[in-house]
């Protein structure tokens, strides 16, 4: 992809808590704004004003009682208004879209980890999205080990599950990119300027 392709695309960063996505989508919209490209950021759960109080509910240690497939109807509800209300404007009005974290989130943490049925997700994830998927997905890969080792301070509710739940996650990752090719996987234990520079690199920056 050069730089004039990129106006109305969706590049969305996936990947394990702590894989350091969040720098990556910021380094990556100012690179991409620099070059005088218009470039809106996102991120999941939140990025709107009903997003962001059900991400408080999500995350808080409170929400224990939270069922799985309640966790994932709050999540894909995030989604859908974070489509409605910036996503989809954004992409109309020919703006880079990047984000941390979307639809596959839901796939690999409610399916894979939680056991939810990956073809309910799906359905929800395309009525939620409009059938919107990403143009391209950076996955930042890391070992469930080396993400959890990452963790300091106070845990939210979902970073104080098992190194077997994270290992599944990252396991559901791994397989259900396998043959994607609008997925590019990155070693996220890789500083973060290589990962930038790799980035960078793959969108001929
Ligand atoms: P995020 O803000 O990306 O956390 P971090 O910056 O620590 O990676 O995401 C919050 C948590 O929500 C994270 O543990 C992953 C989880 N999550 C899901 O389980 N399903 C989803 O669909 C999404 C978007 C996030």
Same mark, same amino acid.
Not at 175 to 180: G, Q, Y
């Given at each position: ?20 996505? %969040? ?36 995350? %808080? ?22 489509? %409605? ?16 974290? #979307? ?5 690999? #943490? ?91 690199? #793959?969108?001929?920056?």
């Amino acid at each position: 992809m050069s730089g004039i392709e990129l106006r109305g695309r969706l590049i969305v960063f996936e990947g394990l808590d702590f894989c350091g996505k %969040s720098t990556q989508v910021e380094l990556l919209a100012t690179r991409l704004r620099a070059g005088g490209l218009s470039v809106t950021t996102t991120r999941e759960p939140g990025g709107t004003p009903l997003g962001e109080s059900l991400r408080e509910i999500i995350l %808080s240690s409170g929400s224990a009682e939270l069922l799985a497939i309640s966790e994932l109807l709050l999540f894909v509800t995030s989604r859908a208004q974070l489509v %409605s209300e910036v996503i989809e404007p954004a992409l109309a009005r020919r703006e880079v879209v990047v984000s941390s974290r #979307y639809r596959l989130s839901s796939a690999v #943490y409610q399916g894979c980890g939680r056991g939810i049925d990956l073809a309910l997700i799906e359905r929800l994830n395309d009525a939620a999205t409009r059938g919107r998927h990403p143009d391209l997905t950076f996955l930042v890969d890391l070992p469930a080990e080396v993400a959890l080792a990452r963790k300091t301070g106070e845990k939210d509710r979902i970073e104080q599950e098992s190194l077997a739940f994270y290992e599944r996650v990252r396991r559901g990752y791994l397989e259900l990119t396998r043959d994607d090719p609008h997925v590019h996987r990155i070693d996220g234990t890789l500083a973060v300027s290589e990962i930038a520079a790799e980035v960078a690199a #793959y969108l001929c920056l």
